[in-house]
């Protein structure tokens, strides 16, 4: 059964109107989806309770779908939302093949893989290795206030590595603040020079002691490069340390509205910590006074190391 394209009730309701190019490839997607599953139009728009005019438009790039209708329309297909929005794990056989593979697996199971692919890609840490085989550059992740600062300068000094503030080298990159280059060029251009400052430190530091920026594991890409060549550890404090550790620095913005400022403080931990918990090691800094924190990382780090000539007693 074909469809009736030519009729006029299935035409473009505005046939002249300018279309914007995303609905233009929304459009293209939902009709290979549905050609793909031969079906169509009158039945997907019957399995979907979406007009058959209603539909037409969509495919034809004009229609301008409310979230409600793509959901529809994606369980009409069987398909996921994301194949429509044109997620880039839809745009072929091979990338479906490999999403199905992977879906539903436990965090375990997808951590193995995510390593294997690395390996296979040649994108692992096998540069700057220590005798363990792990990676001498140590990179210290966490929210701002964590002690990544304080602890990375005393770690860097005790294994006698440069001690590096990622946040620095960017700033040097763009030759302004972190503060300048988020308003005068966008977050966009903010995470472009944050990849080239890490990219250039691995290329640069076979040993280091870094100091990760906390919103980096927003960026997948450049939180793989991370993952994949230095030795992680996550350094996480209570909520009320991070806010007193701010304002010490001498950042009183967070205390302009201080219930709200701790709320929003709790959901950005809260949003990251699955990726936070991703580092091969985590430290708390607040259940101890800095002496012994430091302590606990500095053996951590040693025994991670497993460099005969670094086993001191702590």
């Not at 297909?77 to 539903?104: F, H, I, K, Q």
């Not at 302590?295 to 780090?301: A, F, T």
């Amino acid at each position: 059964m074909r469809d009736n394209l030519n009729t006029p009730e299935l035409q473009p309701a505005i046939p002249g109107e300018a279309r914007h190019p995303f609905l233009v490839a929304l459009g293209d997607r939902i009709r290979g989806a549905r050609s793909r599953k031969g079906m169509t139009r009158k039945a997907l728009s019957q399995l979907a309770a979406v007009s058959e005019r209603h539909l037409a438009n969509l495919e034809y790039g004009v229609g301008n779908p409310s979230l409600l209708v793509l959901i529809q329309v994606a369980g009409a297909l069987n398909c996921s939302l994301a194949e429509l929005l044109g997620d880039v794990t839809t745009s072929s056989p091979e990338w479906l093949l490999l999403r199905e593979l992977l879906e539903n697996r436990d965090e375990q199971t997808l951590h193995r893989a995510r390593v294997a692919i690395g390996e296979l890609l040649g994108t692992g840490g096998a540069h700057g290795q220590g005798p363990s085989g792990r990676s001498s550059r140590i990179a210290l992740i966490g929210l701002r206030g964590a002690g990544k600062s304080t602890l990375g300068r005393l770690l860097g000094q005790d294994l006698d590595f440069p001690f590096l503030e990622l946040s620095r080298e960017i700033e040097q990159f763009a030759g302004c603040s972190v503060g300048e280059i988020q308003a005068l060029y966008g977050q966009n251009a903010y995470r472009r020079y944050e990849r080239r400052a890490l990219e250039e430190a691995i290329q640069i530091h076979q040993d280091a002691v870094i100091a990760i920026p906390g919103g980096l594991v927003s960026d997948p890409a450049t939180f793989n490069l991370l993952l994949a060549h230095c030795t992680t550890v996550w350094l996480f404090a209570d909520p009320e340390d991070h806010m007193k550790r701010v304002v010490a620095q001498g950042d009183t913005r967070p205390m302009g509205n201080s219930r709200e400022a701790m709320s929003e403080l709790k959901s950005i931990l809260a949003e990251r910590a699955a990726f936070y918990s991703k580092a091969e090691f985590k430290v708390d800094t607040s259940a101890q006074p800095l002496d012994e924190t430091f302590q606990i990382l500095r053996r951590l780090v040693r025994d991670a190391l497993a460099d005969p000539n670094m086993q001191q007693s702590a």
